[in-house]
């Protein structure tokens, strides 16, 4: 009968201490994935549109696709890489952007238009790490590292770079990373083709940083959307406090010209070979 109580009191011991453990740990991976976004700011920051169907820079070639180069201090990240890799090479040639120059890669969503330029671009450097949204299809990451590249797969929000961060994978059916830079003004926003609805990505973008945003810019999908919900969503982005924007890609002719009369001086005419410096 004692044995019995003992043997009770060891194993209720027991269940106590691998309840504890367990809960612990949850708790350490819970602080961790909240310390993703830390207190590293961007101090010098310059974003280069490369690729875009509209014409800002005349000097340069446009085409269906997004693709921007972002510095950071002295990193370089392509973002996007355009439909094709000939535009992407000669737009960079142009602007005298140096592609061995580019350490990172991150590429926003499978589609076509943003990452139809790689391997064109793996080809002359592949002394790179691309970050993929983790969804992506197997026979894709296998051919980038065949180039000798190195896969970062993206599933939940990540730090890439100090003051660059992924949203991490977000939306349903079309999976879609967005880029976050923090700055001393403010975040900045960059989206490939905002698939996952643009409020919803800002919003999602404030939620893990409680941070105000400075500039959103890219893709923001709003093409053969009707001018009531266009509304709708300039305004959800003032409320939303997002203090300029840079639409481009596949934001549709009439959105963008609705952002641009309710922004104003805040708002940023965008396409190829546009340079915001922050
Ligand atoms: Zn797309
Ligand atoms: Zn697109």
Request: hydrophobic share 40%; aromatic share 10%.
């Amino acid at each position: 009968m004692k044995i019995g109580k003992d043997l009770k009191i060891v194993v209720l011991l027991i269940t106590f201490l691998l309840a504890f453990s367990y809960f612990s740990n949850e708790k350490a991976i819970i602080m961790v994935n909240k310390n993703i976004i830390d207190d590293e700011v961007s101090s010098e920051v310059t974003i280069t549109i490369v690729y875009d169907n509209y014409e800002y820079d005349k000097r340069l070639k446009t085409g269906f696709g997004f693709s921007c180069i972002v510095k950071i201090e002295n990193k370089s990240i392509l973002f996007d890489t355009g439909s094709d890799s000939e535009t992407l090479l000669e737009n960079m040639n142009e602007l005298s952007l140096d592609l061995k120059n580019i350490e990172i890669i991150v590429l926003s969503h499978i589609h076509w238009d943003h990452v139809g330029g790689l391997k064109g671009f793996l080809g002359v450097n592949s002394d790179v790490d691309v970050y993929v949204p983790k969804s992506f299809p197997d026979d894709f990451k296998d051919e980038v590292k065949s180039f000798g590249a190195d896969i970062i797969e993206v599933s939940d929000p990540m730090k890439i770079f100090n003051g660059a961060y992924s949203t991490g994978e977000l939306g349903t059916f079309i999976k879609e990373q967005s880029l976050i830079i923090k700055t001393e003004r403010g975040l900045i926003i960059i989206t490939g083709c905002a698939h996952s609805g643009i409020v919803n990505i800002v919003k999602r973008t404030k939620e893990l940083t409680k941070e105000e945003v400075y500039l959103v810019t890219g893709g923001f999908h709003l093409g053969g959307t009707s001018d009531y919900e266009i509304k709708n969503i300039v305004e959800s982005f003032r409320k939303l406090g997002v203090k300029k924007v840079a639409p481009c890609h596949c934001t549709g002719d009439r959105a963008i010209g609705l952002f641009e009369e309710e922004y104003k001086d805040d708002f940023i005419k965008a396409g190829v070979g546009k340079i915001i410096s922050i």
